[in-house]
């Protein structure tokens, strides 16, 4: 067996974890997102604002499939509904998650004058712990309610 196909089977059951899914989905946001950017400002010609708003709610989007599929994908409830519920409350916690990171990093880098890009470091971490618990408890809550009647 070659090292890279013995440090996959040493990586994918450490994936198991719930926060390593998280994180991975997390990251794959970051590609869409700035992808999005790239697209839309270079290609579409779009001002900033404009293509990081639709960079941000396609990622969020893409993420939240991901993260439906892959991170919870044992809390699911089945059905139209479920699923919009779902994609609402993650929208809703989302958006918390990134006004606690824009507070995190304006006082970072404003109040404690830190490195902006160590800030934003931090500052992602604090809202990305925020959304996992929110999602944790509240996005995916449904599914976990149902298995535990049975």
Do not use: C, K, Q
Not at 58 to 76: E, I, K, P, V
């Amino acid at each position: 067996m070659s090292s890279v196909a013995r440090g996959l089977v040493v990586l994918i059951p450490s994936l198991a974890a719930r926060p390593a899914r998280f994180v991975l989905v997390g990251a794959t946001g970051v590609g869409v997102s700035t992808g999005v950017l790239w697209l839309s400002t270079r290609g579409m010609g779009l001002p900033t604002l404009w293509g990081g708003i639709l960079a941000s709610v396609l990622s969020t989007f893409t993420n939240f499939l991901l993260n439906d599929r892959f991170t919870w994908r044992d809390r699911r409830e089945m059905g139209w509904r479920a699923w919009a519920g779902r994609l609402h409350r993650y929208y809703v916690t989302t958006a918390l998650g990134n006004l606690i990171y824009l507070g995190v990093l304006s006082a970072l880098v404003h109040l404690v004058s830190l490195f902006d890009l160590l800030a934003n470091f931090i500052a992602i971490g604090s809202g990305g712990a925020f959304n996992y618990v929110l999602h944790n408890l509240w996005t995916w809550r449904t599914g976990e309610r149902i298995r535990r009647r049975h």
